[in-house]
């Protein structure tokens, strides 16, 4: 994938990806440690998919988040 | 005494309404209101950013023309993933079965990779900087206006079609106010477009298409697993609905009846896969604007190959989920405009199926990529409408000369004011079954006639602008005629669908063929009646007097037709999986 802001200076839209998906999956992760002690009432929610997808998308938003930073 | 961000999280509850949270079905939780929040704060916040990135009129409609090849594919995959593509296909996939997935393979695959290769040397040499514009430079005004003008029609239609169905959507899962979603949502999007312009645009397309695959691809996953896998979904299927068949792709579609679209294969092939698809992809400059703002020749040609690998992808998160429906739901749903108290509409499906795997957070999650389906979809419709108005009608008809900082002031005015033109189509939008049975009758009036004209402009050189102007204008009204006919005789449309089984999809794409017809038959008749151009003034525009940039220096895995073979190949391979 090429790093190419579009103009001297701009952020990459790269990194606001890497930063909401950080955000999101810390987030979903936090809720999903919670929901082992407070268990939800959906399907398949013996799985804790809220730990696993949400450090998915924690990890895959981390990955960004440093690979396009600014002044890199 | 309460915090006051237990208050501010709370701030949703006043967008609730009385019979909205009556027949809502799910709640959110206080992280779900957070990752929405943070999602309109995000967005809001990129249309600020860029605002100082975007100082001419070139940086507002096109983006500077910058884009690398990554950015212009995704954006323009993005662009196509609103309502549509969210709703309205896992909705027709829960009432047609797999079958919906054509509109995501033969539909578009073809006319992608067609786009890239074929169509996109023209418009990106030619240095045009929208559609209408490329008419303009190969047949005249009078066809570039009568194509910017319908064009201008269609988008903010289907700017209140996006609006009216991301309220309706809010109110039936969350209870939200119909008014204020339309309002709030609008309003987001027309100051971020209205900020940065088309880079504000594509850089929350961007955004927004990581939001939208994060956030459902998690429904299929857990539907297959609740299921047992593929085999498992098909035979609960056959439990559910014995003696249909919802699971392939072509087999059902020898005869009219054997399906429940409809539909035969000639239909799907020609009218979907040769005129409607290609009319879409290549000429609706919803789309097209997104790779007219590549940074060269390659990257605009690679750009839809990019855009086409994801774009096949997208079945297994929008109409997957409406094949898992049939299987695991325990009742079964129904048209909208058969709906009782206490029933589901087929448009419902994935907000259903969401509910049913989806707790807090992740709900949140699914929440915000619907939203951000809607808002990519709109800010599409609205970022194409300002440049078509800006550059196609206002410059050429009302004011010829004017400095750059002109149009774009104009530009951002229009945005304003093209979202609350469609506000206004969003209240007309009420009285059709399938959202998408109305927005393809609309690309069927305008895209498929087009698709005619600008093919024949771009591969024969004896085509003349009377020709395509009269093509072009007949297509679209034989069109409406066709459509105004079976609306007040629907005994017609075995006339139009040649079959009185054919629902309102597949007259949709006979109609959508017999117009396409139409517009190159007109087209070539009064072409050959008519003085052609010049050669000489059809350099950059038609096949055969330009000379296009050769790949042979660039080693194989960068060339975009190398990368074309391999999607096409996919493609191949998807239809003889499902068949």
Redesign the interface.
């Known amino acids: ?2 790093k ?1 802001p ?2 001297a200076g ?2 990459p ?1 790269w990194f ?2 890497g ?3 950080l ?2 999956g810390v ?2 992760f936090i ?2 440690l919670y ?1 082992l002690s407070h268990p ?6 013996n ?1 804790h ?2 730990i696993w ?2 450090a998915f ?1 924690g990890v ?1 938003g981390a990955i960004y988040v440093w690979r396009f930073r600014p002044g890199r | 005494m309460t915090p006051f961000w237990i208050t501010f999280l709370a701030l949703p509850a006043l967008f609730l309404d009385a019979a909205g949270s009556a027949t809502r079905i799910m709640s959110l939780h206080a ?1 779900d209101f ?2 929405i929040v ?2 309109f704060a ?1 967005v809001l916040g ?1 249309g600020f ?2 605002k100082k ?1 975007t100082k001419s009129g070139e940086d507002f409609f096109l ?2 023309r ?6 212009a594919g995704l954006s323009f995959v993005s662009a196509n993933l609103g309502t549509l593509e969210l709703m309205g296909w896992a909705g027709n996939a829960y009432q047609y079965g797999i079958m919906a997935a054509h509109w995501y393979w033969v539909g578009a695959i073809p006319a992608m990779l067609f786009l890239g290769i074929v169509m996109m040397p023209f418009y990106y040499i030619s240095k045009t900087h929208s559609v209408p514009g490329y008419l303009e430079l190969r047949y005249g005004r009078a066809t570039s206006g009568l194509s910017a003008i319908s064009f201008a029609v269609m988008t903010i239609l289907m700017s209140g079609v996006n609006m009216f169905a991301m309220a309706l959507v809010l109110k039936v899962m969350l209870g939200w106010n119909i008014h204020l979603s339309i309002w709030a949502s609008s309003l987001t999007v027309g100051v971020y477009v209205a900020l940065g312009g088309l ?1 504000s645009a ?2 929350n397309e ?2 927004q298409f ?2 939208i695959w ?1 956030g459902a691809m ?1 429904i299929p996953i ?1 539907g297959l ?2 299921t047992g896998g593929w085999s498992g979904m098909v035979e609960r299927i056959h439990r559910n609905f014995p003696g249909q068949d919802f699971t392939h792709l072509w087999r059902p579609m020898a005869h009219f009846a054997d399906n429940p679209m409809g539909v035969h294969w000639v239909g799907i092939v020609f009218g979907l896969g040769a005129v409607l698809s290609m009319g879409y992809w290549t000429t609706d400059f919803l789309v097209v604007q997104r790779v007219i703002a590549a ?1 060269d020749v390659r990257a605009a040609k690679l750009a839809p190959v990019i855009g086409s690998f994801f774009k096949m992808a997208v079945p297994f998160f929008v109409i997957l989920p409406g094949l898992l429906a049939l299987a ?1 739901l325990p009742f079964h749903l129904v048209p909208a405009s058969a709906m009782q108290p206490g029933q589901h509409s087929y448009d419902e499906v994935l907000p259903l199926m969401l ?8 709900l949140g ?1 699914g929440i915000t990529a619907l939203i951000a389906g809607f808002m990519s979809g709109m800010a599409g419709n609205v970022s194409a409408f300002a440049t078509v108005w800006t550059y196609d009608i206002y410059r050429p008809f009302i004011r010829k000369t004017a400095p750059d900082s002109h149009y774009l002031a104009m530009g951002r005015w229009c945005t304003i004011i093209g979202l609350l033109i469609s506000i206004g189509a969003a209240y007309i939008v009420t009285h059709f079954g399938s959202l998408m049975d109305y927005v393809q009758a609309l690309f069927s009036f305008f895209i498929a006639p087009l698709f005619g004209t600008v093919l024949l402009g771009m591969i024969w050189k004896r085509t003349t602008g009377a020709g395509g102007f009269w093509g072009l204008l007949a297509g679209t009204v034989s069109s409406v005629a066709m459509f105004t006919l079976v609306e007040l005789d629907p005994t017609k449309k075995s006339l139009v669908a040649l079959s009185p089984l054919a629902k309102p999809l597949a007259l949709d794409m006979w109609r959508a063929l017999w117009s396409g017809l139409i517009c190159v038959v007109v087209t070539v008749v009064v072409s050959l009646l008519t003085e052609p151009r010049p050669e000489a003034q059809l350099v950059g525009l038609v096949y055969g007097a330009t000379d296009l940039p050769s790949e042979g220096d660039l080693p194989l895995l960068k060339r975009p037709i190398f990368w074309a073979g391999v999607s096409f190949a996919l493609f191949l391979v998807l239809q003889w999986i499902f068949w």
């Open positions: 994938m090429e190419t579009a103009k701009m952020l839209v606001f990806i930063v909401i998906h955000i999101y987030l979903i809720t999903g929901e939800v009432d959906t399907v398949l929610a799985l998919a809220p997808w949400g998308i895959v | 992280v957070v990752i943070i999602y995000m990129i950013y860029l990135y983006a500077g910058e884009m690398t090849a990554w950015v880079f594509i850089f961007v955004v990581f939001l994060f998690l857990l697993i609740e940074k695991v509910a049913r795997y989806c707790g807090p957070g992740l999650l």
